[in-house]
T-cell receptor
Framework: DAMVIQNPRYQVTQFGKPVTLSCSQT?????MYWYQQKSSQAPKLLFH???????NEADTPDNFQSRRPNTSFCFLDIRSPGLGDAAMYLC????????????????FGPGTRLTVL | GESVGLHLPTLSVQEGDNSIINCAYS??????FIWYKQESGKGPQFIID?????DKRQGQRVTVLLNKTVKHLSLQIAATQPGDSAVYFC??????????????FGSGTRLSIRP
């Protein structure tokens, strides 16, 4: 089945130790998104890629970076995790609206729960 | 700025009854709305969507109503089941003219089912 896959599902890191979260998709979607979701809150968009074009949200801290080496994979790098970065990190994909598509539904992966010690 | 908000943070419903979850939005230019269901420890799951040129859309046991006059969205779940227990988010595409959707999520409503 086509899907959005996130690895690992649970990640523990130490304060200040770089960590990378992974997302892959078999939907062949053009757009990949990263969200941060803290407990009992709505997901908050960090950034997205349309193909290779990177789009950062204005309030995303510099500590968060992303890479998309190809259509299927996208990575979230947290350079120096702080205690406040403990959260669920969600990857999502969408087709994108270039062309005749006029709605653009986002489909989410299961998330990676990050713990910072 | 634009925002999507929910009227009630929690909703308790008797099993078998219908559930209605409400949502208000503030961006009158929004063209597309989505309801997501999020179970504990999982990612949001797409339930149903509606475009701004519609006022009602039905799926399997779910109906979404859109009232653009008062900028209000609702999700109706028929014959609520224990498996419907989750947090429900309404979401709004805040950039209708962008090449990729940019979703703003509401704060979420937790639906619990009484046996």
């Amino acid at each position: 089945d086509a899907m959005v896959i996130q690895n690992p599902r649970y990640q523990v890191t130490q304060f200040g130790k770089p960590v990378t979260l992974s997302c892959s998709q078999t939907l062949n979607h053009n757009v990949m998104y990263w969200y941060q979701q803290k407990s009992s809150q709505a997901p908050k968009l960090l950034f997205h890629y349309y193909d290779k074009d990177f789009n950062n949200e204005a309030d995303t801290p510099d500590n968060f970076q992303s890479r998309r080496p190809n259509t299927s994979f996208c990575f979230l790098d947290i350079r120096s995790p702080g205690l406040g970065d403990a959260a669920m990190y969600l990857c999502a994909t969408s087709r994108g609206k270039r062309g005749v598509v006029d709605t653009d539904t986002q489909y989410f992966g299961p998330g990676t729960r990050l713990t910072v010690l | 700025g634009e925002s999507v908000g929910l009227h009630l943070p929690t909703l308790s419903v008797q099993e078998g009854d219908n559930s209605i979850i409400n949502c208000a939005y503030s961006n009158s230019a929004s063209d597309y709305f989505i309801w997501y269901k999020q179970e504990s420890g999982k990612g949001p799951q797409f339930i149903i969507d509606i475009r701004s040129n519609m006022d009602k859309r039905q799926g399997q046991r779910v109906t979404v109503l859109l009232n653009k006059t008062v900028k209000h969205l609702s999700l109706q779940i028929a014959a609520t089941q224990p498996g419907d227990s989750a947090v429900y988010f309404c979401a709004e595409n805040s950039e209708p003219y962008s090449s990729a959707s940019k979703i703003i999520f509401g704060s979420g409503t937790r639906l619990s089912i009484r046996p």
